[in-house]
């Protein structure tokens, strides 16, 4: 009775194991990808970063109402402003400063201009208050720092 058996117990024996080497090397496949951080423009170092990001969005806020290229600056200064947030909002040292949040004021004026109205260029009056709020805040960072 055991030697009639014993052809199903291997076919078994062995289907269990192949399913398992299956398995483990599915497992090892994923969890082996090599991870890649997403690159960003930001050094690092708050002040020059704040000082930078200004003076870059200050020149988008410059661009003439009839640039050919307002499409290409407004993307690009969407993804500074993505940028510069997500490195520094949740930074304790740096959010609770002054010009932090003058900042993250004017970059969230910026934004949510450009993602409600894409087509519109920047109103006279919100070019004005960028244009403030970005001298106010590299003046308090140089202060701060």
Partial sequence: MLVKKMPNLINKFFSK??????????FLTF?????????TSMTGDYAKDTISVAQTLQKAVDTPKDSLNKDE???ESLSLITDY?????????????????????ALNAMA???KNFASRPLPDKLKERLTKEFSIAQKMVLRES
Avoid: E
């Avoid at 194991?17 to 599915?26: A, G, P, T, V, W």
């Avoid at 947030?85 to 959010?95: H, L, Q, T």
């Fill in 85 to 105: 947030i997500s490195r520094y909002r949740n930074r304790g040292m740096v959010n609770k400063t002054q010009s932090f949040t003058t900042m993250q004021t």
């Fill in 17 to 26: 194991i192949i399913s398992l080497i299956i398995c483990f090397s599915i």
């Fill in 73 to 75: 600056v407004r993307t």
């Fill in 31 to 39: 969890f082996n990808l090599p991870s890649y951080a997403a690159k």
């Fill in 112 to 114: 949510g201009h450009y």
